[in-house]
């Protein structure tokens, strides 16, 4: 073999050994994550059954409350997306405007662009403070439980009273799901120029301001509380329900749409959405709700 041919021989032979290589530590790492990915779905029977995307507006000024979510609940999403006014390493932000920090226009631009990229990807799209604590695995099994489809129009959460027309909306601060056919309404309606009930104006106040359009592209409220008619909804940080209830927030007990002649908001055992008074704090939910085994109950791995 002369010296030319036996090079290009050898060439040859590196290219066929460097392809098998690679090619066998591709196959190891989507077999390494399709484990832990099977892993993650067979704690949540319903993950693939009820697909969510959990939006997260945030001040991009003070970025790392919404990077603990990132770090625990977020992980339990399908998809997780954090709307911002400005870029961050780690979250890696939707960004409508530019140093916004108006939480309603990020959430409204965020709503649109979760319908526009996301909605051939998901079924319910549950918006939320980045100071909230949530146990995604419950808001799948409130929706399966009730028969919620992602083509009705429909929404939930906390619902408070609107003290002049006396009719529900949801509070926003606690958290609310949307389904993909009402994300639609809103997100086409939210478009439309036309559309005054749905124009977006800087300031308002997003849960009265979002049932307005809702209820004009006829997208209706339906129950978020469990079968004992508890609220798996929390509005205030959880420290008020177990230390003076109502007494320490006066203005909810008037408000809330479901009143209750206890002196706190009943709270089920399968609760969604906590809020968190100090953000770290998250950390210790995630330990008591994923890591913390009970003696006598079935020990699963999150």
């Not at 997003?206 to 339906?222: M, P």
């Not at 908001?265 to 968190?276: D, E």
Request: charged share 25%; hydrophobic share 35%; with cysteine.
């Amino acid at each position: 073999m002369t010296s030319p041919r036996r090079v290009c021989y050898y060439l040859f032979l590196v290219l066929i050994l460097f392809l098998a290589i690679t090619l066998y530590f591709n196959i190891t790492a989507v077999e390494r994550t399709s484990v832990k990915a099977s892993h993650k779905h067979a704690l949540d029977p319903l993950y693939e059954k009820v697909r969510v995307l959990c939006m997260i507006p945030y001040d991009y000024t003070d970025p790392e409350t919404a990077r603990y979510v990132k770090r625990t609940w977020g992980k339990h999403c399908n998809a997780l997306l954090f709307v911002s006014g400005n870029i961050d390493g780690e979250l890696e932000p939707y960004v409508p405007v530019v140093n916004s920090t108006d939480k309603w226009t990020l959430v409204q631009r965020g709503l649109m662009h979760a319908y526009l990229f996301y909605g051939h990807k998901v079924d319910w799209v549950l918006k939320v403070e980045s100071s909230s604590f949530v146990v995604v695995e419950n808001l799948r099994y409130l929706i399966d439980r009730r028969k919620y489809l992602p083509s009705q129009a429909i929404y939930f959460g906390y619902e408070l009273e609107n003290i002049i027309t006396h009719e529900p909306f949801i509070h926003d601060r606690s958290g609310y799901v949307i389904s993909r056919e009402a994300l639609r309404r809103y997100t086409n309606a939210s478009m439309d120029p036309e559309v005054k009930e749905c124009l977006h104006w800087k300031g308002y106040v997003e849960g009265l301001d979002i049932y307005r359009c809702l209820s004009h592209v006829d997208v209706k409220i339906v129950e978020s509380r469990d079968e004992s008619e508890h609220e798996t909804f929390l509005p205030i940080p959880m420290k008020h329900h177990f230390l003076g209830g109502y007494d320490y927030i006066d203005w909810l007990r008037n408000v809330t749409y479901h009143k209750v002649p206890g002196n706190t908001v009943p709270i089920s055992k399968r609760a969604i959405s906590f809020r968190v008074g100090y953000p770290p704090e998250m950390y210790d939910y995630y330990y008591f709700v994923y890591g913390l085994k009970i003696f006598g109950t079935p020990v699963n791995t999150p």
